[in-house]
């Protein structure tokens, strides 16, 4: 089965219709809706919404309020998922929300769903030493209720602001204590990297060469790491980069240790950081998908630089997959950063173009097209082109 995601008439989304894969792109001009396909997707893996949807629960749109998101329904909005088991079809017409339950009943699907969240929040709680839960306390949620919470929704989502986890985290308990009114996205990442500050005494990033630490209450970056470490300096004094990179990769790592959740979304990946550290990011991202059991990641993306990197690791996994030439791969760009073309999709978002949605793969050749990849770049060239002729001119009148 394929995962799939329709979206019309919701916010800027005026008409969508996307196969999610483990890896998907969606790029686009700001306010393009990027944002909102993936905060539609990620209330999409939400187990416990399936059930407040079966349910006919008053809160079924609360989700769409965490995300704000929840003003963006229109008279004519219409919104279909379909998960990628093939058991359960999510619909939204006529101003209601209505579930589908396509291989099983709709108890049966109730009971599958009911139970598999029990078992999810039993083995969350075992990773993290809470031993001997008993059924009641997992149904009653009360004693557990933060931590389980995101735990049924499987995807961690990973907002733009995310920088303010670097410089703010220590204040974070202070700020939900005076109900500073912080968007519910942030909160949630910002609890995630508090907990993985407390499991991870010394986190390495080796592309970047730096270590976080955090004794005693205290954040520090370093350069280097273990007994070769130097320069340390607080969280808040380094750069945006650092700021964004560091909780960004430390949190996904305990979501995997932990099994907190499947997938996650980033947005903005390029965020503060210089074009090879982009790609170093990507590369990162990539190897965690293929040498752990996560389910993907949805990035949503300005920057041109994100395809291009995409693109290299897609022509390796066809090197690879066709030709078997993975030591030749890895001699080029490093161990598991190929990527098999059916794991990935990328889309262009444009709400002023002809068709809204446009998918940049070639099904062809399973790449991104040139023609999409020097998009980017072509009105520079043609203001270059421009004020050359111009410079050219005047050198002639001179």
Known sequence: MEERLIIRNFGPITDMDVVIRPCTIFIGSQGSGKSTAAKVLTICRDLSWYLSIINHDDDVLEPFKKFCIDEYFKVDTYLHYTDIDGL????????????????????????????????????????????????????????????????????????????????????????????IPLYDALIEYMSVFEKAKNEFKEYYVPFLNVSFSFNNGNEKIWLGQGENRHNPLPMQSCSSGLQSVLPLLMSIDYALKVNYFDSFVIEEPEQNLFPSNQRELLYHLVETYNLTNFRGMVLTTHSPYILSCMNVMLLAGLLVEKDGLYEEVVRVIGENRNLNPSDVAVYRLNPSAEKFCVDLKNPNTGLIGINELDSASESIGEDYDQLYKLYIQELRKK
């Open 88 to 179: 359960i079809e999510v619909v939204f017409r006529d101003g209601r929300f209505e579930l589908k339950a396509v291989s099983l009943s709709l108890e049966d699907t109730k009971a599958l769903l009911s139970d598999k969240i029990l078992r999810e929040n039993k083995s969350l709680l075992e990773s993290l030493g809470v031993n001997d839960v008993s059924k009641e306390d997992l149904q009653n949620q009360q004693l557990y209720a933060p931590l389980l919470r995101a735990n049924s929704r499987m995807m961690l989502y990973i907002p733009a602001e995310r920088n303010l986890a670097g410089s703010m985290s220590k204040a974070l308990a202070s700020m939900i204590v005076a109900k």
